[in-house]
Every structure is written in structure tokens, then in C-alpha cells.
């Protein structure tokens, strides 16, 4: 899918980029402000998932209902958190409702500049990545791992633009999940979506999922990579990382 939308596609465009809101049932309004205030920083808000903190659909009807405050577009991909309840495909609907433009394997395309997401998966990094050996459970995982890939790469190769915003959930590299517990790198990410981005040219990559990670990495081949999770400290020194493509 591929969207056109205005004809501004020389300039610079200001992306905000925020992860892990996991709203709450029992959250009144909790980012009614602060998407007001993204709306006068930046030209697009993207959301890296673990939007609901338990993929209940009131969560989402909470967001969707702050996101009436956001008065630039609203590109998101789905976080692990979003699943938990078995409601993913309500909770999808509730916010694609409240205008968020929801990619799971898409691209679209905004004032010249293109936005492929997906959610991404574990396995972890490098040369010590999970490897499809051994027990069918361990197989179905690298599988789903490298199924995100593919599906990224097939995203990908829909995008026209010269310039292109990759949004994940999971990280594609170790460096900006540096500060989680060492042991659970392997969940936090996988290097198989790093691959996939350096066969393309990217202009920024952005996830979350970990919260403790570090703010700023690189792909291999030097795609530049943010952990925009929410607690992550950011040079805008706001909750919000402000980038500009
Ligand atoms: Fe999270
Ligand atoms: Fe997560």
C-alpha cells in the first residue's frame, strides 16, 4: 500500500517518535498534553508499539480518544504488549478508527517521504542468534523472526521515496538495547531486520520495546537507528525523540 499525501517533497520533515505509552484501563487522559504539545513540534508523530499495556480494547479507546489532540498524522506499528489480551484485531480496529494510520508489512507514503513498518520479533543478535535447530518450538520462533524480516523487505520494496523511515517494535541492533540486563538481549530484538535494512536506503530507523536500552545506534552498513522508548533519555528533552529526515 502505498499512499500519496501532499506535494511538499523537497523540505525537511520533522518526525516525532514515541514507544511503549502502555496506557492503562485506569488512565485518565495520560497523553492528551503531550500530544498536543508533538503536534506543534513536528510534521508526523510515529508510535513504536506497546501502545496498550495489556491490548485491552478500553486501552486503545483511551488513546484513540487522546489522539483526537494530535493534529499531525499518526503512524504506528503494534507492539508484544498489544497481543496479550487476544484482542489484537479489536484493538487494531479502535485505533485504525481513531485515524492512526496502523502498519503490520506496509509502506505509506507522507509528503515525499516513506514509512515502512512492522513489528519485528526476538532472537537476538549477530553471530549468537537463535538458530532454526532442534525442537519444532525453537524453529517456529526463527521462523516467525525471519518472517518479520521478509515481511519489512516486501515493505520495503514497495517504497518509492528517497527517503525512508523504517518503524519497528523490536530492535534490529544490540547497541540500543545496551543498558537491559545482558540476558535478555535475545528477547529485545533481532539482527535479521538489520540485515534486511542495509539492502535498502534508509534515512532513520525507529523502535522500543526496550526500556532501558540507549537512545542512538547504527545498522551495520550505518543506517542510523533510535530507541525512542518512552523512559529513554532524548537530546529533545522530552519524552519524544524530535528527528528530522
Ligand atoms: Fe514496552
Ligand atoms: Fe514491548
Redo the contacts with the bound molecule.
Keep these: 500500500m502505498t499512499e500519496q499525501n501532499g506535494d511538499n517533497k523537497g523540505g525537511v520533515m520533522k518526525v516525532a517518535a514515541l514507544?511503549?505509552l502502555h496506557v492503562k484501563e485506569d488512565h485518565s487522559a495520560p497523553y492528551r498534553e503531550l500530544f498536543a504539545e508533538i503536534s506543534k513540534a513536528a510534521d508526523v508523530l510515529v508510535l513504536t508499539?506497546?501502545l496498550t499495556d495489556l491490548g485491552k480494547p478500553k486501552e486503545a479507546e483511551i488513546l484513540a480518544e487522546d489522539l483526537r489532540a494530535c493534529a499531525i498524522p499518526v503512524i504506528a506499528v503494534l507492539?508484544?504488549?498489544d497481543y496479550e489480551s487476544g484482542c489484537v484485531e479489536e484493538v487494531a480496529k479502535i485505533l485504525k478508527a481513531g485515524g492512526v494510520r496502523l502498519l503490520d508489512g506496509q509502506a505509506i507514503e507522507l509528503d515525499g517521504v516513506g514509512f515502512v513498518g512492522v513489528k519485528g520479533f526476538i532472537g537476538g543478535f549477530g553471530r549468537r542468534m537463535l538458530g532454526s535447530f532442534g525442537e519444532p518450538t525453537i524453529k517456529a520462533m526463527v521462523a516467525e523472526s525471519m518472517s518479520e524480516a521478509l515481511r519489512l523487505e516486501n515493505a520495503m520494496r514497495t517504497v518509492r521515496t528517497k527517503r525512508a523511515v523504517v518503524v519497528l517494535?523490536?530492535a534490529p541492533v544490540p547497541e540500543t538495547v545496551e543498558g537491559e540486563p545482558l540476558e535478555i538481549f535475545p528477547f529485545l530484538g533481532s539482527s535479521r531486520l538489520a540485515e534486511t535494512i542495509d539492502r535498502f536506503q534508509v534515512s532513520a530507523v525507529v523502535h522500543?520495546?526496550?526500556?532501558r536500552g540507549k537512545y542512538e545506534g547504527r545498522t551495520p552498513a550505518g543506517a542510523p537507528v533510535y530507541n525512542v522508548?518512552m523512559h529513554i533519555e532524548k537530546p529533545s528533552g522530552r519524552p519524544y525523540a524530535l528527528i528530522e529526515v
Excluded at 208 to 211: P, Y
Design positions: 514507544g511503549d508499539g506497546d507492539g508484544n504488549h517494535h523490536y522500543g520495546h526496550a526500556h522508548a
